[in-house]
């Protein structure tokens, strides 16, 4: 079982940004992307997710070998798919609890939760995550930290359980605490049925969750693919050096 992306040409505006990226996300692995600024890694988790703006030229997508390139994105969602954004929204008078449980019901249609089931459930999700159970009756992202927004994605993506993650950036502009918090819920994540993509700039976040793939774009193309020791070659020599060669 796997997320396959195929030879994927993907225009934005009219300009090619990703240039016939293949990428493989088993179930079971943490596959890390990496690069440069600019290099289409935003866009391939915007693709994946269907976002309209990004113009799939050729190339198809693949969830458990059922093609999805041309699904709307809350067909993926309901297929296993879940994204989690750069930069979160605010939604003023929306609690994060209410928004959890239509997001959670509108994915299980034939079987959704009521009010007082769903709040056990969550509550039960949160104390896996540490999470103090009040931060659930927040309005979503209103005056949230940028802690606190990633800290809400990764809740998210517990309630949601998909079976296919993509975390873009979801490390970025974390303090170290927040940063653990994240990346022990990703870690809680983690599993033989769960496939993770996991974009990151930075090394920072593998020292936490130990990667079983990397992959690096640049230009819109993957240029290299390695285990571990790949991230902490990056860091000591720069995406450069390592994309030219040892
Ligand atoms: P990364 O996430 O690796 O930093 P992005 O995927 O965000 O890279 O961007 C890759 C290229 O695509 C950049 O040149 C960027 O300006 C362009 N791009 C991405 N999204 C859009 C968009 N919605 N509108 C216009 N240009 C975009
Ligand atoms: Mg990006």
């Known amino acids: 079982m796997k997320l396959e992306i195929k030879d994927l040409v993907v225009q934005v505006e009219g300009k090619d940004i990703l240039k016939g990226v293949s990428l493989t996300i088993e179930k079971g692995q943490v596959h890390v992307l990496m690069g440069p600024n600019g290099s289409g890694k935003s866009t391939l988790a915007n693709t994946l997710m269907g976002h309209p703006a990004y113009e799939v030229v050729s190339g198809s997508l693949l969830l458990d070998g059922e093609d999805i390139t041309d699904l709307d994105p809350d067909k993926r969602a309901r297929l296993g798919l879940f994204l989690s954004f750069q930069y979160p929204k605010e939604i003023e008078g929306v609690t994060l609890a209410n928004f959890l449980r239509t997001a959670y019901n509108s994915l299980h249609e034939d079987n959704p939760k009521s009010m007082v089931e769903f709040h056990k459930y969550l509550k039960e999700q949160m104390a896996l995550l540490h999470i103090d159970s009040a931060f659930s009756r927040r309005y979503l992202n209103k005056g949230f930290s940028g802690g606190e927004k990633k800290r809400a994605e990764i809740l998210q993506m517990k309630v949601l359980d998909p079976k296919y993650m993509v975390l873009d950036e979801t490390d970025s502009g974390l303090d170290v605490d927040a940063l653990r918090v994240v990346s022990e819920g990703i870690n809680t994540m983690r599993g033989p049925e769960k496939g993770l993509l996991l974009i990151t700039h930075y090394q920072r976040i593998l020292d936490y969750v130990t990667p079983d793939v990397i992959s690096i774009l640049k230009d819109g193309e993957i240029v290299k693919t390695g285990d571990a020791s790949l ?16």
């Open 231 to 246: 991230a902490r070659k990056i860091e000591e020599q720069g995406f450069d050096k390592v994309i030219s060669g040892e």
